[in-house]
């Protein structure tokens, strides 16, 4: 891992989940995530003194344990650092639990607590919202980036710089995982619209080799493959289904690994283009002998 500078005082540490690093004159800085476990935040806080930064403030984008499971790690090793994110992250970052719980919409069951499901509970003592934010006189833009997980935010630094956490997926994540997990689909898609009409200098995601100087025509594709995965299943519906039914057809659709955790992931994202596509009346839904049923 290593420290690289994006524009200004504006840096990231790359890994499974690139970290931001906004850099302080007094040698303080404020991280964006911190990634899924303690190693992460180890190697973090090595890069960081490497280059004589303490951390001071931890932004995390959303509550996805890939981008806050090393925040008790940091704070353990770094007293006085304090956690910022948006008031509906807060409820699941506070409370890991509630992730597995909305996967199985029951006490979890026995293999949901995966580290990519469940992390350890981290306190966050600062709640922002839309609109500027100032940390230590800095000023960072908020913006709400829904779709892909509740509450998810966008954190934009005075460089013009904006992290936007899981708001969009590479070429090579998109290649690896066709079917992406949503949480709106509708909210999903109003993200992407909105961030092709910006205009930042530099946007970083956090699964990605580098930063994005011009990321609109990824950002296209990322609709494009929304719109994608909608056809398939509305070509799947021109029988009825179920919702296991058509998450049986989506998992051979794309060969996709199975494990417990990887099951309700992808039926959770199933059941969120069944949303969007009840609410656009494109399909219906009927409960036949005991089970539900959608069709186009």
Do not use: W
Request: charged content about 20%; aromatic content about 10%; proline content about 4%.
């Amino acid at each position: 891992m290593e420290l690289i500078k994006l524009r200004g005082r504006t840096y990231y540490i790359p890994g499974a989940t690139n970290v931001g690093v906004y850099r302080y004159r007094n040698g303080l800085c404020t991280l964006i995530d911190t990634g899924l476990h303690n190693t992460d935040g180890r190697k973090i806080i090595e890069v960081l003194e490497n280059n004589n930064l303490k951390i001071k403030y931890i932004i995390n984008t959303h509550s996805h344990p890939d981008h806050y499971g090393a925040n008790n790690f940091i704070k353990e090793k770094c007293p006085g650092a304090l956690v910022a994110a948006s008031s509906k992250a807060r409820l699941f970052i506070e409370n890991s639990f509630l992730e597995q719980t909305m996967f199985y919409g029951a006490s979890p069951m026995p293999g949901l607590s995966t580290r990519i499901i469940k992390a350890q509970d981290t306190a966050v003592d600062i709640e922002v919202a839309e609109g500027s934010t100032e940390l230590d006189s800095k000023k960072f833009d908020i913006i709400s980036l829904e779709g892909h997980s509740i509450g998810q935010i966008g954190v934009a630094t005075e460089d013009n710089v904006l992290f936007c956490g899981d708001a969009f997926f590479s070429e090579d994540k998109m290649e690896k995982y066709p079917f992406p997990f949503l949480f709106d689909v509708g909210d999903h898609l109003k993200t992407l619209e909105f961030l092709l009409a910006t205009n930042y200098d530099c946007y970083m995601i956090s699964h990605c080799d580098g930063p994005l100087d011009n990321p609109k025509s990824l950002i296209q594709k990322n609709i494009d493959n929304v719109n994608n995965n909608l056809q398939l299943i509305l070509d799947f519906l021109s029988q009825p289904l179920t919702r296991e039914d058509l998450t049986e057809l989506v998992i051979k659709k794309y060969d996709i690994p199975m494990n417990i955790s990887q099951y309700f992931i992808t039926i959770s994202s199933v059941g969120a283009f069944l949303t969007y596509l009840l609410e656009k009346q494109l399909i219906n839904m009927d409960i036949i002998d005991g089970k539900m049923y959608f069709y186009a």
